[in-house]
């Protein structure tokens, strides 16, 4: 038994998300841009969401439109607070505490492009935090490449003075490899005070939040840094090289966990999988998938390669073949692809195929029927044990509205037919081969819509005189005529 520690009483949670994100050249604004579906915002308030802190506070500004609507969707609970002009960092937090004048207590404080943050690490640096009675933590990290970020500098009894921005850092604090994670805890007045004082004399001219830290050791205060256990946990991203690498860190975080779960993963430098996906164990993962939204992968189940599943359930056993599949769901044992695209609706009940070249939409296929090849399937409900011949068109849509056919219990509908929605094929139906049906087959019954056919004898011949077709055709008349004479001589035993 793990003993749970009771989740610490944070007052608020602040998260600064007003930065136009310049480096990522977008017209996204960079908390919105995602990774493993999530937005980088959605990762770092579900890292703070352990706290259950009383308030949310996300300080938005550039773009400001699309994050609150994105907010609003995500963390309906949160509230955003605007900061007119991104003066900063410091100029961010000072307006979000602004926003709520009666807190008391410790404030997470965190940058919105930190997408690896984990909730361990949230919480252990409030722990940290309440254990050493500090009036600030900031969570650091010890980083090989320290470049662009703001390094921590310490005296010589290893006590945190301050916090320097790289580029108003001197050539001794550059070499300084211990980095801020822009991840802070601190109590509420005591940050109220201190960035109501934070300037903007440095080489930005902007007021930044990691001013404090030295304002609040020159006042006396106790301050401390909290060290990451992992330093990757804390990267920010800034660019749209470090959005890809971010992606594929916490990529491979996701494929450790489903691993470690006994998930095989054929090739992990393939496979994407999505932080809201599960995939239960002995699932097999092949090379070139794609799992995201909320897809579920039951056990035994082995999907890929090369395929793509967006809000998909897989079920136990089924197997998924070079696929693109969206809100679909698949049943025990189905069969799906290679070269299958399953649209939103579709219902694939146990045991049932969609083969080669088939397109499924709001599209239900009963216990062990088959969609086998080249079919497009809209609008259509097939009972159980029913097989579509190949190449079938549900024709559903008359150029104004959809319209559905219903096909029933182990019917066998020809190869090239049409079915003119609405339309209905009773309980073991058969239709012909390359009809068009436009109106109910009744159970039991064949139904045939297409014309009869007629054969032109000798056509060729007199159409066509001297073509390889009419020699053929000629030598083809004689070869008959002769084993027609044959026929009559041969003896059966
Ligand atoms: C910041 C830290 C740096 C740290 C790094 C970690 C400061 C001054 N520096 O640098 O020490 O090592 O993060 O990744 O904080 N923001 C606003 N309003 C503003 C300006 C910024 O909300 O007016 C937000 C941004 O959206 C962002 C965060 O504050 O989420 C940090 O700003 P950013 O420009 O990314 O700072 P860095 O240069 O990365
Ligand atoms: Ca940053």
Redesign the pocket.
């Known amino acids: 038994m793990i003993d749970q520690q009771p989740a610490p009483d944070v007052a608020a949670v602040v ?7 310049t480096r990522m050249k977008s017209a996204t604004p ?2 919105l841009h995602t990774l493993g579906g999530r937005s980088m915002l959605g990762h770092v308030l579900s890292a703070a969401a352990p706290l259950a802190a009383r308030h949310t506070v996300v ?4 773009g400001r439109a699309a994050v609150e609507e994105h907010l609003a969707a995500i963390a309906p609970g949160a509230l955003p607070v605007l ?1 007119e ?9 000072a307006v979000a505490l602004d926003a709520v004048p009666d807190l008391d207590g410790p404030v997470l404080l ?5 997408p690896l943050l984990r909730p361990e690490t949230v919480t252990a640096l409030v722990d940290a935090h309440r254990a050493a009675g500090n009036a600030l933590t900031v969570l650091t990290a010890e980083v090989d490449d320290p470049t ?4 921590i500098v310490r005296d010589g009894a290893g006590a945190v003075r301050a ?1 320097v ?2 580029r108003d850092a001197t050539d001794e604090q550059r070499a300084i490899r211990e ?4 991840v802070y805890v601190g109590d509420a007045a005591a940050l109220r005070r201190s960035l109501a004082r934070v300037g903007a004399d ?1 080489d ?1 001219g ?6 404090v830290l030295a304002l609040l050791v020159a006042d006396g205060e106790r301050v401390g840094g909290a060290r990451a256990g992992d330093p990757v946990d ?5 660019d749209r090289r470090e959005l890809a690498a971010r992606r594929r860190t916490l990529n491979d975080r996701v494929l450790d966990e489903l691993m470690r779960s006994g998930v095989t993963v054929v090739d992990p430098a393939t496979t994407w999988v999505d932080v809201t996906v599960t995939v239960e164990p002995d699932a097999v993962i092949e090379p070139g998938v794609q799992l995201q939204g909320t897809t579920r992968v039951a056990t035994g189940a082995v999907v890929g390669p090369d395929s793509t599943l967006v809000d998909t359930a897989v079920g136990e056993g089924a197997g998924v073949v070079r696929a693109h599949c969206v809100g679909a769901e698949i049943g025990p044992g189905v069969s799906v692809g290679p070269f299958a695209y399953l649209r939103p609706g579709t219902r694939l009940h146990a045991g049932a195929k969609v083969g080669t070249f088939v397109e499924t939409k709001n599209a239900e296929v009963g216990e062990g029927s088959k969609v086998p090849h080249l079919s497009y399937v809209g609008d259509a409900t097939i009972g159980r044990g029913t097989n579509i011949g190949a190449a079938t068109v549900f024709v559903n849509y008359d150029g104004v509205a959809k319209h559905h056919t219903t096909i029933g219990d182990h019917a066998r509908t020809g190869a090239d037919n049409m079915f003119v929605a609405p339309v209905t094929v009773g309980d073991g139906a058969y239709t012909a081969a390359g009809s068009v049906i436009t109106t109910d087959v009744p159970p039991g019954a064949m139904g045939i819509a297409r014309a009869a056919q007629r054969n032109v004898a000798g056509w060729v011949s007199r159409r066509r005189p001297g073509t390889a077709a009419a020699q053929a055709a000629d030598a083809a008349q004689d070869a008959g005529a002769a084993g027609a004479a044959d026929t009559r001589t041969q003896v059966s035993e």
Do not use: P, W
């Open positions: 998260v600064l998300a007003a930065g136009q994100g960079k908390v300080v938005v500004g550039a900061q002009e991104q003066r900063g960092s410091g100029h961010a937090a965190v940058n919105g492009d930190a662009g970020l703001g390094r916090i921005e790289e980095i801020n994670a822009g440095n930005q902007e007021q930044y939040l990691t001013d804390v990267l920010g991203c800034n």
